[in-house]
């Protein structure tokens, strides 16, 4: 008996691993954000760095195309680069396959288009994004402000409200606004 109950255990705890239905957001210090790595194409754009991207808010966002649980956080996702976009909000999809079939190029080039993705993706299919960010999720959400710091995770679906409050707060903290209010 204690053997089924260890194997239940062990499953429970791998589905907990992969695509990942409940909503958690994980209050974060700051921490420089990971530059992006091993990626094998980009897609929709040519390739970007965090680097890059300073000065600008940026949001990725860890996913595959087969996960029902990035399906319904995708909405969210498109929805805020278009709101966010012109207000300086940078969307990279990070598609990191769960199975083989998820590594073709061709495949997720398919499902962007499906989906109606018009953000970057970068396909990492040797996983070294993600393991460069510690990321144990799909979906999975990192949002990292002007500096290049991540400051806020959320895994799997839900709390998209906050998310978007935490969107909205960080493009609010323009370079110029922190300069006026450190100078009162």
């Known amino acids: 008996m204690s053997k089924s109950i260890l194997a239940g255990f062990a499953l429970t705890l791998s589905l907990l691993a992969g695509c990942s239905p409940g909503a958690q957001a994980e209050p974060s210090r700051p921490t420089p954000a990971p530059e992006f790595t091993g990626i094998a194409n980009w897609l929709n754009a040519p ?3 965090i680097a890059g991207l300073k000065g600008k808010v940026v949001l990725v966002e860890f996913w595959t195309y087969s996960c029902i649980n990035c399906i319904h956080v995708l909405p969210h996702v498109k929805q805020w680069d278009q709101r966010y976009r012109d207000q300086g909000l940078v969307v990279i999809g990070v598609h990191t396959p769960e199975y083989g079939e998820e590594r073709s190029t061709a495949n997720v080039k398919r499902a962007i288009e499906r989906f ?3 953000y970057p993706v970068a396909q990492d299919n040797e996983y070294a994004t993600w393991n460069a960010y510690g ?3 799909w979906p999975a959400l990192y ?4 500096e290049g710091r991540i ?3 959320h895994y799997g679906e839900g709390d998209y409200e906050a998310t978007e409050q935490r969107i909205r707060e960080l493009l609010a903290n323009t370079p110029l606004a922190t300069a006026k209010s450190a100078a009162r």
Do not use: E, K, Y
């Open 135 to 137: 990321n144990r999720f």
């Open 143 to 146: 949002l990292i402000d002007r």
């Open 151 to 153: 400051v806020h995770r």
């Open 47 to 49: 390739p970007q760095t």
């Open 116 to 118: 109606g993705i018009a």
